[in-house]
């Protein structure tokens, strides 16, 4: 495991409360003024949490880059059933994705008339069902912080650290890293960011994320990046001659990812996958025990040459 992801998760494994984000935060601003960069720290209250805050991490200049990096640092709670994240088969990760509240409902609706069948009290089993439910709703928020989060995303974050720590300061003026709060919280980090820096909202934005396992690194175009033919091509070039691993730069059909770069109008995610039969690429965040060297190697030249590129865009 590389430098920076094996510090994240051996130190900060979890990053979800306040004290551990910013425990992280400030080893990340350390880290990068090592490189020679100088971080700032861009805070917004999110307004479905009184008086919480998300906290992105900005290391160059977003208004000057022409290529903004970005990955969330954040991690969330501990799902009831193992996480499951099928980019290209987006009909089937919703069908999966509904399976938990699907099963919330019917575990509270036999639970309630388990506890008031054998007392004779039928009135009682809706307001039971649904104090049930409600409870359920406060695991959203109260429940246990998942463990596993060497994939989603520490995996990203040391990608995005060791392109910083590669480029040569003439390309450093090409690009902004960007690292994300809130990825577990409606994008409110991403949100955050788009608002402070209007001009992000017509740059290409590389969100890079769940790159720690896999035989194959997928680079997925938005809706509108698509049709960016110069910043696909710069993308084919950049990631041109790899050996060992299957790069594969998909343009077409149905796709989901659910990260960050839902946030932003240009984005295009990076992310590394397996292929099984009926579920098509697939990522599975808690599979991983480490983070691929081979993977981090790859986008690392790649990205490095990606800012490279950028200057003829």
């Given amino acids: 495991m590389s430098r920076y992801a094996e510090r994240i998760n051996r130190e900060y494994p979890v990053r979800r409360k306040p004290r551990e984000k910013e425990a992280f935060r400030l080893w990340l601003v350390g880290a990068l003024r090592e490189m020679g960069y100088d971080p700032s720290l861009q805070t917004r209250e999110t307004p479905l ?106 995996s990203g974050v040391a990608a995005l650290l060791e392109t910083a720590a590669a480029l040569t300061p003439g390309q450093r003026g090409n690009v902004a890293f960007v690292f994300l709060d809130g990825g577990f919280g409606g994008m409110s980090g991403a949100k955050g960011f788009r608002q402070k820096y209007p001009s992000a909202k017509e740059k290409p934005v590389v969100n890079v994320s ?39 730069l998909k343009t077409d059909g149905l796709t989901y990812f659910p990260s960050d770069n839902r946030a932003f109008r240009f984005s295009i995610s990076i992310f590394a996958c397996e292929f099984i039969r009926g579920f098509g690429r697939i990522i599975v965040p808690r599979k991983a025990r480490s983070v691929d060297e081979t993977n981090l190697q790859i986008l690392k030249d790649g990205l490095c040459n990606l800012c490279e590129n950028v200057r003829n865009i």
């Fill in 49 to 154: 949490q009184v008086g919480a805050q998300v906290t992105n991490v900005i290391a160059g200049d977003p208004e000057k880059a022409k290529l903004i990096l970005a990955a969330h640092y954040d991690t969330g709670i501990r799902t009831l059933l193992p996480p499951l994240i099928m980019p290209t088969r987006p009909a089937t990760a919703l069908l999966y994705q509904a399976l938990t509240p699907v099963g919330v409902m019917l575990g509270a609706l036999v639970l309630s008339f388990a506890l008031t069948y054998p007392f004779h009290a039928p009135k009682a089993t809706f307001p039971l069902f649904l104090i049930l439910l409600f409870a359920s709703l406060l695991y959203l928020r109260f429940g246990p912080s998942e463990t596993n989060n060497i994939c989603d995303n520490a």
């Fill in 210 to 248: 769940c790159v720690a396992l896999g035989d194959e690194l997928v680079i997925l175009p938005g809706r509108y990046a698509r049709w960016q033919g110069d910043m696909l091509d710069a993308l084919l070039d950049s990631f041109d001659g790899v050996d060992n691993k299957t790069v594969f």
